[in-house]
């Protein structure tokens, strides 16, 4: 055993997820190394998303996104306010473009009240255009304590804390294999110099789009206990024109995403999407065709929209698992649940997962303890 590298800790994916639960396990005393495939924290869902600070009123009660997310909303805004990362409470209009759209600002009211969001408030379309005099709609629901947040700020913040707690970050290091032993997890990893072995008593898989395959590559794991997952690409378009809105706008969402919204970053600048496209690799660019269908779905809220105004502005892919279209909600995989030692996976760590990543942190650390783990 003396042919590798020994760590107490070792989370796979410096995303948000990732970075968090390190911060919130070296806090707690723990030696904690994060390894993750690419140069930089962050590269995948945790910057290429739209940046929402969100509420917690699309989830179905008793969800743990639902669970986490209104009360890491409150504590997110105190926590960015405190490390002066860029943040804003712009408030959201969630928009029914007809009366039968209705129904869905009905039910999304209902989960915020079973949740206990504060503050939402379904608007006739007087009302709405009264705090926002271009948008079209038949009735909208206003979420005040919606806003917007720096994302990769909050991810640096969050690492250089959980840095200063001990926790070390390798970077470059790809888990090619890991093998579940006496003394713990024994893993391979593909670095720049070459295979390196590491072996660690607990395993945290926080690997995002990727954390079932590498499920899958740890020898032990039930292979039927990996989910069934897909990659839901979404592309972001900027407007040349002057976009007329100080809130985010959103549709009543569909059953894949929340559907082609307008938010606003945190200096003010616009952008929309993102759109859903179902696709077999992992791939970043912007078709400038793909803009035909924005058109369509902004226009729904706001009719102004000039032709040949939309840019190709960048695109993210989404950590789905489950049925295509089916309500999922996140999975905190325990050894109590799967029955293999000191190894925890995170699937299906989407949307609100930067809102609710502290939270997130805080349940899992919270089930370690349960499980006597920590």
Known sequence: ??????????????????????????????????????????????????????????????????????????????????????????????????ADEVVGLQRLAARGAECGVDGLEILDADQARRLEPQLSCFAAILSPSTGVIDPLAYLLSLRGEAEAAGASFAMSCRVVRGELGTAGWRLWLAAEEGMVQLECRLLLNCAGVEAPMLAACLEGYPADRVPPHYLAKGHFFTCTAPVPFNRLVYPVPGSVGLGVHLTLDVDGSA????????????????????????????????????????????????????????????????????????????????????????????????????????
């Not at 009660?61 to 943040?87: F, M, Q, T, V, W």
């Not at 996976?345 to 650390?365: D, R, W």
């Open 1 to 98: 055993m003396n042919d590798a590298y020994e760590v107490d800790t070792v989370i796979v994916g410096a995303g948000i997820v990732g970075v968090a639960l390190a911060r919130e396990l070296a806090s707690a005393g723990r030696d904690v190394l994060v390894i993750e495939r690419e140069k930089r924290h962050g590269q995948h869902q945790s910057s290429r998303n739209s940046g929402v600070i969100h509420a917690g009123f699309y989830y179905p009660s008793g969800s743990l996104k639902a669970r986490l997310c209104c009360g890491a909303n409150r504590d997110l805004y105190r926590y960015a306010e405190s490390r002066g990362i860029p943040h804003k409470k712009v408030g959201k209009l969630v928009v029914a473009a007809n």
């Open 271 to 374: 952008k929309f999407g993102p759109d859903v496209e179902l696709v077999e690799r992992m791939s970043y660019d912007v078709p400038p065709a793909r803009a035909e269908g924005f058109y369509a779905a902004i226009r729904k809220f706001w009719s102004g929209l000039p032709n040949a105004s939309l840019q190709p502005s960048y695109a993210g892919i989404r950590a789905k698992i489950g049925s295509v279209g089916a309500s999922q909600d996140w999975v905190v995989d325990m050894p109590s649940d799967h029955g293999v030692g000191g190894l925890v996976n995170l699937f299906g760590i989407e949307s609100p997962g930067m809102t609710c990543a502290v939270a997130l942190a805080q349940e899992v650390s919270r089930r370690l303890r349960v499980e006597s783990l920590l």
